[in-house]
């Protein structure tokens, strides 16, 4: 009966949740809306048939999620007017490349591959045929494993699918005989990559095994306008693993670089390097991006050489210098022309016109430079320099106007330099009639005239080299270093001045009888402000520890010494422990690396041969530059004297640490315990030794150290009858023990013995 009642229960329960399931009406939708949802759905019709199995995900894979096709802008990319042949539009090469759907960019799913890499997620089809016939249709598991009745587990992970074919055919040889085999790939697993950077369609892709860098770059709509096409980057384990230059496919049909994906690969593509425009009479005309390296000519040969009708004597070069001023250069890449060629090395932002041989223009005339028009002009019978410096305009500053060049060509292929004075023609005079093909060139000051340079070094903010204008005086210089600093030598200068043979000589500038004003500056002179004598701000020390009153201290003059910084401390405290002061100075290992120390150390360590004949340099000496900044003091007779004998002269910087009264007497070394003893008055090293477990059979007894608190060392034969006071330290060394092969030795000795006997046997019968 209750079993009754609780199944009339739970068909009422889902009575009751059907009953109230939110029904969803099309009434109210539009059948226009309805119409759209059921063309945008509808199935497309393909006229090949595939077969497309369910999709594998691995432990660390997740489903894919819809890739939104975003609409990439295209921009309008035009070349800025110029005066050289162009195409109406110059686009981008190789950006065409992939305007195909994505949908027939896929890798294909083919049923073999002899160097297919196996891994999780791949459906295997195994076929048996002859005295046993067998079919299995096998998925590889998420360890990478295969299970294959009667056989047992492969591991397949990482096997080609030749290899697995070879590991199978011996695993069935071993159960059935007189059979034969055949391996194929069914389905083929998904793998997870990733499109960053300049691409169209960037995000997340899952995909086939099978997909190639080319295969995912065309899914991608591949690099944006702004994306390289010579810098795509595979990057696998956080690691570059190629670097794709599609140009080389583009234009050799180089495929090397598309190697086969592995999931959690990224493809990255950078924004575009240096671009150049070439147009005229070359076979491709277009926007090429450059590596750096490439010339005219080589740009010549991406734009697939030149037309039968280009004219190669002059190939006009358009750039911008780094005055952001245009500038024209002609190019000759014609080597029988009889003229040296100039391929130039290209920059970014250059447009490279080729001419051509009908094109080329007669009764025209040419300027370039520091104009504001340069390029090509008419030319009538009445022309004049002075109306083509009109057409091109000058630059309103920084053009040379004592000499312009103008280029004249003949028809015998000679050119001659005429020179042109500017101030001369534009006030009228030496005006004359130009000729066909004329070319007018302006420099500009800079490219003219050397820069003058001046300098200054010593106690300035800015010492270093500076630009000597017009009537430049020392004032001036000295203002433009940033002003003098507070320890300036401000009653004279010294300037070394450099006359036109070279030689130098001195100037003392006495600044009590002269003004820096009126010392006028000639090129490449070198001023020198000297330090006041004995200048003397701020230096300091420390003195830290058992004193009355620690902490830094600013030195009253340069005389001022230890026992002085003593008393202004208001000296030691009940405490104290004066001998065992450490007195520190840094400025000594400094001195120590300016006289080259540690190098001269390092050359004079011995040299040891080993067993290949290498000869190895043996570390005796271990400099350690630190411990040599501890000063050696005697602070008994410093007190004592009141600091008339063993006084020390403080410098800046100086530590000066004054100890606690020590514990006891610290024993360390090769000794039975390493510790510190009681300390008792009269008593020597060997009874501390004693104490402290006297020596280990390790132990160097005759290199004993007896470490005083000043910072004394005893060593050597008597050290252990020294006495001991407080705060002394003794350390006793271990020995070094040779280990011998005694076998070795007694027989070299038997040997060497023998030959003896044997020798002196023969003398006797002689």
């Given at each position: 009966m209750r079993i009754i009642i609780i199944l009339i229960a739970l068909v009422i329960l889902l009575v009751a949740v059907s009953w109230f399931k939110p029904a969803y009406c099309t009434d109210a939708v539009p059948d226009s809306l309805i119409k759209n949802y059921l063309e945008e759905f509808r199935p497309q019709k393909t006229g090949e048939k595939t077969y497309n199995s369910p999709e594998f995900y691995g432990a660390s894979q997740t489903p894919p999620l819809p890739v939104q096709k975003e609409t990439q802008p295209v921009a309008n990319i035009k070349p800025p007017e110029s005066n050289a042949p162009t195409v109406t539009e110059l686009e981008p090469f190789g950006y065409s490349l992939f305007n195909v759907p994505s949908e027939l960019s896929a890798a294909p799913e083919i049923a073999d591959a002899a160097d297919y890499i196996l891994g999780p997620g791949d459906n295997i089809v195994i076929y048996l045929w002859g005295k046993v016939e067998k079919e299995y249709n096998l998925t590889v598991d998420r360890q990478g494993k295969l299970f294959i009745p009667k056989v047992g587990e492969i591991v397949v992970w990482g096997l080609t699918l030749a290899d697995f074919e070879a590991a199978v055919n011996r695993k069935f040889s071993s159960i059935y005989s007189d059979f034969k085999s055949s391996v194929s790939l069914g389905k083929i697993r998904s793998i997870r990559i990733y499109l960053t950077g300049e691409v169209k369609r960037p995000g997340a892709y899952t995909v086939s095994s099978l997909t190639t860098l080319f295969n995912a770059l065309y899914l991608a709509g591949g690099p944006n306008l702004r994306g390289s096409m010579r810098n795509i980057q595979l990057i696998r384990k956080n690691e570059i693993v190629t670097t794709l230059d599609l140009y080389q496919f583009l234009l050799k049909g180089d495929s090397k670089s598309d190697i086969r994906l592995s999931s959690g690969d990224a493809i990255f593509i950078p924004v575009t390097g240096p671009r150049v425009r070439i147009s005229g009479a070359v076979k491709r005309p277009a926007i090429y991006e450059i590596l750096g390296n490439e010339t005219v000519s080589s740009l010549l040969g991406l734009a697939g050489g030149t037309a039968a009708d280009a004219y190669l004597d002059r190939i006009m070069l358009e750039r911008f210098s780094p005055e952001d001023e245009k500038e024209v250069i002609d190019v000759n890449l014609n080597g029988n022309s009889g003229k040296?060629?100039?391929?130039?090395?290209?920059?970014?932002?250059?447009?490279?016109?080729?001419?051509?041989?009908?094109?080329?223009?007669?009764?025209?005339?040419?300027?370039?430079?520091?104009?504001?028009?340069?390029?090509?002009?008419?030319?009538?019978?009445?022309?004049?320099?002075?109306?083509?410096?009109?057409?091109?305009?000058?630059?309103?500053?920084?053009?040379?106007?004592?000499?312009?060049?103008?280029?004249?060509?003949?028809?015998?292929?000679?050119?001659?330099?005429?020179?042109?004075?500017?101030?001369?023609?534009?006030?009228?005079?030496?005006?004359?009639?130009?000729?066909?093909?004329?070319?007018?060139?302006?420099?500009?000051?800079?490219?003219?005239?050397?820069?003058?340079?001046?300098?200054?070094?010593?106690?300035?903010?800015?010492?270093?080299?500076?630009?000597?204008?017009?009537?430049?005086?020392?004032?001036?210089?000295?203002?433009?270093?940033?002003?003098?600093?507070?320890?300036?030598?401000?009653?004279?200068?010294?300037?070394?001045?450099?006359?036109?043979?070279?030689?130098?000589?001195?100037?003392?500038?006495?600044?009590?009888?002269?003004?820096?004003?009126?010392?006028?500056?000639?090129?490449?002179?070198?001023?020198?402000?000297?330090?006041?004598?004995?200048?003397?701000?701020?230096?300091?020390?420390?003195?830290?520890?058992?004193?009355?009153?620690?902490?830094?201290?600013?030195?009253?003059?340069?005389?001022?010494?230890?026992?002085?910084?003593?008393?202004?401390?208001?000296?030691?405290?009940?405490?104290?422990?004066?001998?065992?002061?450490?007195?520190?100075?840094?400025?000594?290992?400094?001195?120590?690396?300016?006289?080259?120390?540690?190098?001269?150390?390092?050359?004079?360590?011995?040299?040891?041969?080993?067993?290949?004949?290498?000869?190895?340099?043996?570390?005796?000496?271990?400099?350690?530059?630190?411990?040599?900044?501890?000063?050696?003091?005697?602070?008994?007779?410093?007190?004592?004297?009141?600091?008339?004998?063993?006084?020390v002269t403080l410098q800046n910087g100086d530590r000066i640490y004054v100890p606690q009264i020590p514990s006891g007497i610290s024993v360390m070394g090769a000794v039975g315990a390493n510790g510190t003893i009681k300390y008792e008055s009269g008593k020597k090293v060997e009874y501390y030794v004693k104490r402290a477990g006297s020596f280990t059979r390790q132990a160097n007894k005759k290199e004993t150290r007896l470490i005083k608190a000043d910072g004394r060392v005893f060593a050597g034969n008597g050290t252990l009858r020294r006495k001991v006071e407080i705060g002394d330290a003794i350390v006793v060394p271990s020995d070094i023990k040779q280990e011998r092969d005694w076998l070795k030795t007694i027989s070299s000795a038997v040997s060497i013995v023998g030959g003896i006997l044997t020798s002196v046997f023969i003398i006797d019968k002689l």
């Open positions: 040296p060629v100039n391929d130039i090395a290209l920059a970014d932002g250059d447009r490279v016109a080729v001419f051509s041989l009908y094109d080329m223009k007669r009764n025209v005339i040419y300027i370039d430079g520091l104009v504001k028009h340069p390029g090509e002009f008419e030319r009538t019978d009445s022309t004049t320099i002075r109306d083509l410096l009109k057409l091109g305009e000058l630059q309103p500053k920084n053009v040379y106007y004592d000499r312009a060049n103008l280029f004249r060509r003949y028809p015998d292929r000679r050119e001659e330099v005429i020179p042109v004075n500017l101030n001369q023609i534009l006030s009228g005079q030496g005006n004359f009639l130009l000729q066909d093909m004329d070319s007018l060139h302006v420099y500009s000051i800079d490219e003219v005239k050397r820069r003058k340079y001046v300098y200054i070094d010593g106690e300035v903010k800015k010492p270093g080299e500076y630009l000597l204008y017009d009537n430049m005086n020392l004032a001036d210089l000295v203002f433009l270093a940033g002003d003098l600093k507070k320890n300036a030598y401000q009653l004279g200068f010294e300037i070394a001045r450099t006359d036109s043979l070279g030689r130098v000589r001195l100037e003392y500038i006495d600044l009590s009888k002269t003004k820096m004003e009126a010392v006028l500056l000639l090129e490449d002179d070198r001023v020198f402000v000297r330090q006041i004598p004995d200048w003397f701000l701020h230096r300091s020390v420390v003195i830290e520890g058992e004193v009355q009153f620690p902490g830094q201290y600013a030195l009253l003059s340069r005389t001022e010494t230890l026992y002085d910084l003593f008393s202004r401390a208001g000296g030691f405290t009940e405490r104290a422990f004066p001998k065992g002061i450490i007195f520190q100075r840094e400025s000594i290992s400094r001195d120590l690396v300016r006289k080259n120390l540690p190098e001269m150390v390092q050359n004079s360590q011995p040299l040891h041969a080993d067993s290949a004949g290498q000869f190895k340099k043996v570390e005796i000496v271990n400099l350690n530059l630190e411990s040599m900044n501890r000063v050696i003091i005697d602070v008994d007779r410093i007190i004592d004297s009141k600091g008339s004998r063993g006084n």
